[in-house]
């Protein structure tokens, strides 16, 4: 990682309209953006083990792909000016081009090649027509006019992918279509930033965790299961440290030892203004903490800033301090952490897709906040695409979120919703 190199101050004074009280989602986003590091350190890898990891540099193809001009089609190769603007064109069959050999024949004039989908075109040809579209007679085929144009059904070499062009850039996160790639280019390995570690703990002392007792006014630990299946999503390696109890002495050491082993550190709970929460006061002595109050419904409180492994000032972790409420957890995670942890992996990533479509409820919504209603996305028999909201959506009611398909993103400027408007939905299929 490289050293950070601004102040907290300094990245906030670089965000216009930043109010650490009353932050917009979109100045939030900015700031975050300005203040994680890249991982640099690379790692070479077979390229089936690459999927889903960061490209570390350009991919250059050092092939051209394919290699030679080839048909596309199983019939018969020809020179495309032979053939007739009328009526039939007869040419005499001078042999036969299959795929993984080379047609060495010379094709005299008024001659064509039997030939295969990916057999390698015979010189001075240019031109397949299918053989569905021929009728053979004696040791000639029948071409009618009009089927085929000069050209067609042959593929060029280096149509796929040219010598010496970018096949892939750094920073790609691969997925399946890149590992085939890789492989059409005969590239068994490929180089990779290391994966980003990332440890997460939940603050608590109503907290119990599953397979243990539950008293009077505790819950189970729900936060730390719904982060670990979300950053597991993403790909990055986790450290689950479990629940640290709301003790100075206790959250200072587990701070500790996650800044040491971990690039990100995520905790849920604690950044509110109740009384027995030692969290922030914990936090802001770690490091360089600021405590916001984000214009946003679910996850108004949350944490962020830099905290350093015991005492060494050339690692420190980024530190992500969301809200205990189990929906404002996962909002915060997909409003910021998840693009946060991407930039930090070294992936160039774009926004997330939101589709429009119809609601079918009325909503109430001030201006001045970023709400995050649980969606069902569904389809109408006529094809098109509505959305309802789950039902009660209150930041404790984790069932809302289980049942949703989506978000229904109802942004900061926006008002009232009528039934029937058309809303902006975050998919879930593919988030992460
Ligand atoms: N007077 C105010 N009270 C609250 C405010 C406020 O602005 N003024 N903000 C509310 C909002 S919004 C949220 S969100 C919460 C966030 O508070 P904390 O981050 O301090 O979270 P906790 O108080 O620790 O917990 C909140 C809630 O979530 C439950 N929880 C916590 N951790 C887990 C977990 N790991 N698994 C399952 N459930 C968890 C916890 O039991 C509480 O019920 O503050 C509001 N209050
Ligand atoms: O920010 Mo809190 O998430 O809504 O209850």
Known sequence: MSAPLQSLQEIASCVAGYDPQALPVAQAQEFIARLVPRVTTREQLPIRAALGRVLAQDIVSTINVPAHD?????????????????????????GTGLAGQNYEGEVPIGHCVR???GAVMPAGLDTVVPQEFTQVDGDAVLVPADIVRPGDNRRLAGEDLGLGE???????????????????????EVAVLRRLRVAFFSTGDE????????????????NRYTLW???????????????????PVALAEAFREAAASADAVITSGGVSVGEADHTKQVMAEMGEVLFWRIAMRPGRPMAIGRIAANGDASHQAILFGLPGNPVAVMV???AFVREALLAMSGATS???PLLRVPC???MRKKPGRTEYQRGILSRRHDGHWQVAVTGAQGSGILRSMSEANCLVVLQHDQGHVMAGDLVEVLSFDGLV
Do not use: H, W
């Not at 048909?71 to 001078?94: C, I, N, P, Q, W």
């Open 229 to 247: 299946a979300m950053l597991q999503r993403l790909g990055v390696e986790v450290l689950d440290m479990g629940v640290v109890r709301d003790d």
């Open 332 to 334: 915060t995670f997909y």
């Open 360 to 362: 079918l409820s009325a």
């Open 166 to 188: 970018v096949a892939l850039a750094a920073g790609r996160v691969l997925r399946p279509a890149d590992i085939g790639m890789l492989a059409s280019l005969g590239l068994p």
């Open 115 to 117: 030939i295969m989908t």
């Open 207 to 222: 907290l119990r965790s599953v397979g243990e007792e539950l008293p009077t006014g505790c819950v189970y630990d729900s």
């Open 350 to 352: 774009s926004p997330l």
């Open 70 to 94: 080839n048909s596309a089609m199983d019939g018969y190769a020809l020179r495309g000016f032979e053939l007739a603007a009328e009526g039939t064109t007869r040419l005499k069959v001078a």
